[in-house]
């Protein structure tokens, strides 16, 4: 099957919570002074170019990064980041080992009060899947694109404020 689809798919910038290294899923925490200044690296990057559509999760970093970036970005709650129920805002170390162990492997992980892998399997894909051809701009989470980039076969976790190209066809 041809690709029909390329994402070109950005992290956003850096919070309070990510440079504490804070698990940060559905708590909407703004961007920090340093997560601004990543968006305005990204912003040289991403002028030039030219897109079918851009795209925004819904939560507060991500909108204010894509803002910062290129206006126009349509917000999508579906791009938000995993649901980390009850262990949101735990460092890693704060998280018990079997926690750890599970979150690591990733894809049979189910947070307590907060949502299973499959189930933000599914609404990511959904989200993509509804995508007409071309390129896409999607601002997002780090825990977004490495399912996506995962589900490609080349699983990447890319840093706040960096972006991944991926190409992305139907059989996903």
């Known amino acids: 099957m041809e690709l029909t689809k390329t994402l070109v798919l950005v992290r956003h910038g850096a919070t309070a919570w990510s440079e504490s290294g804070r698990l940060c899923g559905w708590s909407d925490v703004p961007l920090s002074n340093l997560g ?12 030039p170019r030219s897109f079918t559509g851009i795209w925004t999760s819904d939560l507060t ?8 970036v290129r206006d126009g970005a349509r917000p999508d709650p579906r791009l938000r980041e995993f649901d980390f129920g ?18 690591a492997s990733f ?3 189910d947070a307590l009060g907060g949502e299973s892998v ?46 991944v190209s991926l190409g992305w066809d139907e059989r996903k």
Do not use: Y
């Not at 990543?38 to 040289?44: C, F, G, L, N, T």
């Not at 009850?86 to 979150?103: F, K, R």
């Not at 989200?127 to 825990?143: I, N, P, Q, R, W």
């Open 36 to 47: 601004r200044n990543q968006a305005r690296s990204v912003r040289d990057r991403i002028e």
């Open 86 to 103: 009850e262990i949101e805002g735990n460092t890693w170390a704060e998280c018990d080992p079997t926690i750890q162990a599970a979150l």
């Open 107 to 109: 894809d049979d992980f």
């Open 61 to 68: 970093r991500a909108c204010e990064f894509a803002r910062l």
């Open 118 to 163: 499959a189930g933000f399997r599914s609404r990511v894909v959904e989200f993509v899947d509804e995508l007409s051809s071309g390129a896409h701009l999607v601002f997002t989470h780090g825990g977004v694109i490495r399912l996506l980039t995962r589900l490609s076969g080349e699983e990447q976790s890319p840093s706040p404020g960096e972006m």
